[in-house]
């Protein structure tokens, strides 16, 4: 137990002598008693004592690495001490660091009479700094080429170098490792890529990378540019083509002027495809134009001819008289680029004349003369002994690889005048009674003539009273009013003369007289109301030509009365002569004459001639298509096949017959198909007889079968019965039926025709009602104001108003109505001088038909 506390005594005591500070300076950072800054850097070293008592501590200082005492305590100076506030200790500051303050400071001081001090080292580095490393480089390929990485640090570092994070690169015979870069022997375009520059600091362990982007760039090469044509106002195009890396910019030049293309009007130059466009192409712009293509790696220049083209113009063409049998030219001028040929065409012919002379006329000789700095040609025609086919115009044409110009130019031939192919236009010239003749005399010369007309050889003057001349030329007119002498019935000399000579021709005037009696008159075909005249025109003879014919007719009722009241036609000469709407079972009486100028001709009778009775009507005429074939060289008009276009329709189309005195009321169609057997047609599957409206001259057959021949029968109806049936073979084409076939019931043509007539009664009786409304007129009011005044009509003592007399139709006698010209009153009668034109006229009711006659009123079959 003694020796238990001895034990424990002794490590009292051994503490406590430890427990004792030795007194010592302690510098701050301290790092090993090193201090690495970094150039350019701050740092403060803070010096403090460890002591017991801190009140003793005197004379606390740093001293620089030479010994001197740092005293400064400026802030403004690179080093300078500080104290720290109220505790022992001192500071001792670098605002930027420099490689002259490296070394070991001391910081010293002292403790009651003991002398304290500790020290530090101060080392100062560099940074890696990348002095010279561009991040994008640009070698040019074929040459050699330093990728620029220089690095500069304290201590030196050492740079590695790899390419697109490959191994690393070594001194070659294509790689050369140097202090400033990287040297590559005979760039190459695979060189492209991303070169990395490693610096490494080994004693401080620093390390810095620098990626470098190289680009190999190739200098511009222009491929061959041909030259360019264009016609002058059009738009120039062309293009330099070039290679490089980068893509070359372009730029354009016009040569003869240096100008830059890029900034002048009507020029467009795009700089990165290196297009040149001109627009609106002018003279000017005929020239060299240079092409310079250029990027990093260098320049390259070419040049292009633009040839411009300009279309030939005619600027000078005049025309030309010359008399006849005379020699002349005439001249055309043209410029254009290239220089144009030039020619002459008359325009009434198609080919052009040749240069030299021509062989189809040695007379007329081509001849060419050109300029050709100035582009321009002249182009003469020259032709001998001129006639008066020369005459006309003459085409100028100017024609290069730009185009073709025209321009038309007259030689005019002068010659005496001439009846030579006007003798035709004088005629015969005719007067009558009071009608004066007009004699005409149309010559040809040039200049024009002055003409004069000549009496029996003497020249007519205005004083002639009997004679009148209208114009003097180049047409004259001389109107003669002979009146009945027949002195003045002769041959009239016309002379027309101008500067070159005159001619005469004889016009003569002759008395014109009425037509002579009609050869003949013959009934070509009857009907029960219509009759076909042939009429045969009288001979030949020395008068005006026919223009008419006119027929005066009367039934037999009326035979004894004056001709000049009966019914007349006229028919112009050379039409049919048809006279319809006669009556049927009707003899009728005829005179006929022929009228000219003059008048009317003698009155000639015709045979008289009986109406038929009423008929059943003709037989309709079918239209035969252009497109038929005949049967088996059959020559009658019924064994004719009409071939359809159609394979499933055919349109059936007929002419109007002749009723024979009763109205057609409707068609009758009936069509079968029909067979060919031993040379016979025979019927089969045929239709029933359809009905077709009278308003309608066509009907078109449908469902047919393809490649089909059918029959169709045609008859015309009246009251009276049917026509003899009109026949047709039509043949289908082949094909086959349409495969849509519409179900819905067609819409009719009555039913279309009812549809109108209702919409227009509901039109009619919406306009009536609005009129009852403003202007209380119309149906309606008449009808309101008839049904108040009934009661004036039941008791006429109730006033003064009077009964109407009953109206005829009470009589239950058919309405008078608006008839068309009845067969007798077709035509005004012809009326002698003095007539009033008074008629007494008569009705007639046959049971079916009103018809009003002129005469005397008689009773039979009188509806009023």
């Given amino acids: 137990?003694?020796?238990?506390?001895?034990?424990?005594?002794?490590?009292?005591?051994?503490?406590?002598?430890?427990?004792?500070?030795?007194?010592?300076?302690?510098?701050?950072?301290?790092?090993?008693?090193?201090?690495?800054?970094?150039?350019?850097?701050?740092?403060?070293?803070t010096c403090k004592p460890n002591v017991d008592d801190p009140k003793l501590i005197s004379?606390?200082?740093?001293?620089?690495?030479?010994?001197?005492?740092?005293?400064?305590?400026?802030?403004?100076?690179?080093?300078?001490?500080q104290s720290i506030g109220d505790d022992p200790g001192l500071v001792l500051i670098f605002q930027r660091i420099t490689t002259n303050h490296a070394g070991n400071y001391t910081c010293a001081a002292n403790y009651a009479s003991e002398e304290l001090r500790a020290t530090v080292m101060v080392r100062t580095y560099l940074d890696i700094t990348f002095v010279d490393a561009p991040e994008s480089q640009f070698p040019r390929a074929g040459r050699d080429y330093l990728v620029k990485c220089k690095v500069?640090?304290?201590?030196?570092?050492?740079?590695?170098?790899?390419?697109?994070?490959?191994?690393?690169?070594?001194?070659?015979?294509?790689?050369?490792?140097?202090?400033?870069g990287l040297l590559i022997k005979n760039v190459k375009e695979s060189d492209d890529g991303v070169y990395k520059c490693t610096a490494v600091v080994v004693s401080t362990g620093q390390i810095k990378v620098k990626n470098i982007k190289v680009e190999v760039i190739i200098p511009p090469e222009i491929e061959q540019m041909t030259k360019v044509s264009v016609i002058e106002g059009e738009t120039a195009w062309t293009k330099c083509v070039a290679t490089g890396k980068p893509p070359p910019t372009y730029t354009w030049i016009k040569q003869g002027t240096s100008q830059d293309l890029s900034k002048t009007d009507r020029f467009d130059v795009k700089k990165n495809t290196g297009d040149l466009i001109i627009t609106r192409v002018?003279?000017?712009?005929?020239?060299?134009?240079?092409?310079?293509?250029?990027?990093?790696?260098g320049r390259v220049e070419s040049t292009v001819k633009i040839d411009v083209m300009v279309k030939p113009k005619i600027y000078e063409l005049l025309n030309v008289t010359a008399p006849v049998n005379s020699d002349t030219k005439i001249m055309c001028k043209a410029k254009g680029r290239?220089?144009?040929?030039?020619?002459?065409?008359?325009?009434?012919?198609?080919?052009?004349?040749?240069?030299?002379?021509?062989?189809?006329?040695?007379?007329?000789?081509?001849?060419?003369?050109?300029?050709?700095?100035?582009?321009?040609?002249?182009?003469?025609?020259?032709?001998?002994?001129?006639?008066?086919?020369?005459?006309?115009?003459?085409?100028?044409?100017?024609?290069?690889?730009?185009?073709?110009?025209?321009?038309?130019?007259?030689?005019?031939?002068?010659f005496p005048p001439t009846f030579e192919r006007t003798k035709a236009l004088h005629k015969i010239a005719w007067a009558w009674n009071n009608h004066p003749g007009n004699l005409t005399c149309i010559p040809e010369a040039i200049p024009n003539a002055t003409i004069i007309w000549k009496f029996n050889n003497r020249p007519?003057?205005?004083?002639?009273?009997?004679?009148?001349?209208?114009?003097?030329?180049?047409?004259?007119?001389?109107?003669?009013?002979?009146?009945?002498?027949?002195?003045?019935?002769?041959?009239?000399?016309?002379?027309?003369?101008?500067?070159?000579?005159?001619?005469?021709?004889?016009?003569?005037?002759?008395?014109?007289?009425?037509?002579?009696?009609?050869?003949?008159?013959?009934?070509?075909?009857?009907?029960?109301?219509?009759?076909?005249?042939?009429?045969?025109?009288?001979?030949?003879?020395?008068?005006?030509?026919?223009?008419?014919?006119?027929?005066?007719?009367?039934?037999?009722?009326?035979?004894?009365?004056?001709?000049?009241?009966?019914?007349?036609?006229?028919?112009?000469?050379?039409?049919?002569?048809?006279?319809?709407?006669?009556?049927?079972?009707?003899?009728?009486?005829?005179?006929?004459?022929?009228?000219?100028?003059?008048?009317?001709?003698?009155?000639?009778?015709?045979?008289?001639?009986?109406?038929?009775?009423?008929?059943?009507?003709?037989?309709?005429?079918?239209?035969?298509?252009?497109?038929?074939?005949?049967?088996?060289?059959?020559?009658?008009?019924?064994?004719?096949?009409?071939?359809?276009?159609?394979?499933?329709?055919?349109?059936?189309r007929w002419q109007v017959p002749n009723d024979n005195g009763d109205p057609i009321d409707y068609y009758l169609i009936r069509y079968c198909m029909v067979q060919k057997v031993n040379g016979e047609w025979r019927d089969n599957e045929c239709s029933e007889e359809i009905k077709q409206s009278v308003q309608y001259a066509s009907y078109e057959l449908n469902k047919l079968k393809p490649d089909t021949v059918y029959k169709i029968e045609l008859r015309a109806h009246n009251t009276i019965g049917s026509s003899s049936p009109a026949q047709i073979r039509v043949?289908?084409?082949?094909?086959?039926?349409?495969?849509?076939v519409n179900n819905e019931p067609p819409v009719t043509n009555l039913a279309i025709i009812g549809l109108v007539v209702v919409a227009v009664i509901?039109?009619?009786?919406?306009?009536?009602?609005?009129?009852?409304?403003?202007?209380?007129?119309?149906?309606?009011?008449?009808?309101?104001?008839?049904?108040?005044?009934?009661?004036?009509?039941?008791?006429?003592?109730?006033?003064?108003?009077?009964a109407a007399p009953a109206h005829p139709n009470s009589l239950n006698l058919p309405l008078p109505v608006k008839l068309a010209p009845s067969p007798m009153e077709e035509r005004e009668p012809l009326k002698p001088d003095g007539m009033n034109g008074e008629r007494n006229m008569s009705v007639e009711f046959d049971g079916k038909h009103v018809y009003s006659k002129s005469g005397e009123i008689i009773g039979k079959h009188s509806a009023v």
């Fill in 1 to 45: 137990m003694v020796c238990w506390e001895l034990f424990l005594g002794f490590v009292v005591a051994l503490t406590a002598v430890c427990a004792q500070t030795h007194p010592s300076l302690e510098i701050q950072p301290n790092n090993g008693g090193v201090n690495s800054v970094q150039i350019g850097a701050s740092i403060a070293l």
């Fill in 731 to 740: 043949k289908t084409a082949r094909g086959i039926d349409p495969a849509v």
């Fill in 152 to 180: 500069q640090g304290d201590p030196t570092p050492i740079v590695d170098w790899n390419k697109d994070g490959g191994s690393m690169i070594v001194t070659s015979d294509r790689y050369v490792v140097q202090n400033e």
């Fill in 59 to 81: 004379q606390l200082e740093w001293r620089d690495p030479i010994n001197r005492r740092i005293e400064n305590t400026n802030r403004a100076n690179p080093i300078y001490v």
């Fill in 460 to 652: 007519i003057t205005p004083d002639m009273l009997r004679f009148k001349q209208e114009g003097n030329g180049p047409i004259s007119h001389l109107i003669v009013n002979s009146g009945t002498e027949h002195t003045f019935f002769t041959k009239y000399e016309c002379v027309a003369t101008n500067k070159l000579g005159s001619d005469s021709i004889w016009v003569e005037l002759k008395e014109a007289r009425v037509p002579e009696v009609i050869t003949q008159i013959k009934a070509q075909s009857i009907t029960a109301t219509t009759i076909k005249f042939d009429i045969q025109p009288p001979p030949y003879f020395d008068t005006l030509p026919i223009r008419s014919f006119t027929v005066r007719y009367r039934g037999e009722r009326y035979m004894g009365q004056n001709w000049e009241l009966s019914a007349n036609h006229t028919w112009s000469y050379r039409a049919p002569y048809i006279l319809e709407n006669l009556i049927p079972e009707t003899t009728y009486q005829f005179q006929f004459a022929a009228k000219n100028d003059v008048g009317y001709g003698p009155w000639r009778n015709a045979p008289q001639i009986t109406m038929p009775r009423r008929s059943e009507p003709a037989e309709p005429k079918i239209h035969v298509p252009s497109h038929s074939i005949p049967d088996d060289n059959s020559s009658n008009r019924q064994d004719v096949i009409a071939v359809s276009p159609y394979a499933d329709h055919f349109e059936l």
């Fill in 282 to 297: 002018e003279f000017n712009d005929d020239d060299i134009y240079k092409c310079i293509a250029e990027n990093q790696a």
């Fill in 338 to 414: 290239p220089k144009p040929n030039i020619t002459f065409r008359k325009l009434s012919t198609k080919e052009p004349l040749r240069i030299g002379q021509q062989p189809h006329d040695r007379r007329i000789i081509l001849e060419q003369q050109c300029i050709d700095t100035k582009g321009e040609c002249f182009g003469i025609l020259d032709i001998t002994k001129l006639n008066r086919s020369d005459d006309g115009l003459y085409e100028c044409i100017a024609e290069n690889s730009a185009g073709t110009s025209y321009k038309n130019g007259h030689i005019t031939v002068e």
């Fill in 762 to 802: 509901l039109v009619l009786i919406l306009v009536d009602l609005i009129c009852f409304c403003v202007n209380r007129a119309g149906i309606l009011a008449f009808i309101c104001d008839r049904n108040k005044s009934k009661h004036h009509e039941e008791d006429p003592k109730l006033g003064s108003y009077k």
